[in-house]
């Protein structure tokens, strides 16, 4: 193989251009590549923690909802007991109210009873004294008799 001048010079120029581009771009294309390099391990990291607060934010979400379920049913049994209360009361209520109303009725009828009665011994006095009348054959007086047809009246 034949040396010549310009296999030197291609060479000379070739070994320049590697220093140049060892002394001025490769550090650029380093420092691209360690900052490229940086923002991809943060990336990740970032996602990574976005990935750790989405868990712990359904877990969040997940108890909340658990709470919240275990507070409506609550809810709803105070609700369901506090019914039963209201219809137990209002029971209680209808009895007293029907023990009254019997109690009054109770009432009314023993005073009809006794108004009847009273009436009935008005009508078996005037009978007693027409019959008296019939077997004695003379008027009885009822204002000269009137203790004794008070006392009849009373024994009837």
Known sequence: MNLNWTMVGQTITFIVFVWACWKWIWPLLINAMRERQ?????????????SKDLELAQERAGDQLRAAK???????????????????????????????LKDAALVEIEQEVNRA???????????????????????????????????LAAEL
């Open 38 to 50: 940086q923002a991809i391990a943060e990336g990740l990291a970032s996602a990574e923690r976005a």
């Open 70 to 100: 275990e507070e409506a049913a609550a809810l709803i049994e105070q609700a369901r007991v506090r019914a039963n209360q209201l219809v137990e009361e209002a029971k209680n209520e209808a009895r007293v109210e029907g023990e009254r």
């Open 117 to 151: 009665k009273e009436a009935l011994r008005v009508q078996v006095a005037a009978l007693a004294v027409a019959g008296a009348e019939k077997v004695l054959g003379e008027s009885v007086d009822a204002n000269r008799h009137s203790q004794l047809l008070e006392r």
